[in-house]
């Protein structure tokens, strides 16, 4: 079955630093991947999204790589700012359903 | 913004006893969905449901397991008989038209604690 992992449990950065969370896929026939944000006590916060046949998108101060190669993606963000402590997830779609990974607490230091 | 709004945002339970969760997605969404997230782990996927019928089911989803959409704008979950291993939370999520290469978008969840 579909594997979905980060490679980092924890990232702490600096304020106005850039941050980049990491995610490796398993199975090669997932064509759609989503980044979601969840603060504590709250729902997975959709990100951005990116389909099979793009290796990268852009939204606001946020930026999806996707290597399908090696099945990897990355989120990276611009000038990370106290609100974006949070944990993040990649989903893989499969059929209907998403697998998600793990996810990989942000904190964002001042 | 529109949102999925989940209800209750704490549900406790006696083990055994039957629990509904209820969920109102966001309007004109085709696609519905339940996952759970134990404590401490990742979320799972339980069920997908369009055009009234399950499209979708993971192997958590077991007979104990319903889902339901019982008017236009309600989307239920039912477990049966609860087990302490049901504790978790519930997210409910929707999706608009379309292949499934669109977000879905998640309420925020019904903690369920099974005594």
């Known amino acids: 079955g579909e594997s979905v992992g980060l490679h980092l449990p924890t990232l702490s950065v600096q304020e106005g630093d850039n941050s980049i969370i990491n995610c490796a896929y398993s199975n090669s026939a997932s064509d759609y991947f989503i980044w979601y944000k969840q603060e504590s006590g709250k729902g997975p916060q959709f990100i951005i999204d990116i389909r099979s046949n793009m290796d990268k998108r852009q939204g606001q101060r946020v930026t999806v790589l996707l290597n399908k190669t090696v099945k990897h993606l990355s989120l990276q963000i611009a000038a990370t700012q106290p609100g974006d402590s949070a944990v993040y997830f990649c989903a893989a779609a499969s059929g209907y359903a998403l697998n998600f990974g793990k996810g990989t607490s942000l904190l964002v230091t001042p | 913004e529109p949102e999925v709004t989940q209800t209750p945002s704490h549900q406790v339970t006696q083990m055994g006893q039957e629990v509904i969760l209820r969920c109102v997605p966001i309007?004109?969404?085709?696609?519905f969905y339940w996952y759970r997230q134990i404590l401490g782990q990742k979320v799972e996927f339980l069920v997908s449901?369009?055009?009234?019928?399950?499209?979708?089911k993971s192997e958590i989803f077991d007979d104990q397991f319903s889902v339901e959409r019982p008017d236009g704008s309600n989307f239920t979950l039912k477990i049966r008989s609860t087990k302490l291993e049901d504790s978790a939370m519930y997210f409910c999520a929707s999706r608009d038209r379309g292949w499934k290469d669109q977000p879905q978008h998640f309420g925020d969840g019904t903690r369920l604690s099974i005594l």
């Open positions: 309007s004109n969404h085709l696609y």
């Open positions: 449901f369009y055009n009234n019928e399950i499209s979708e």
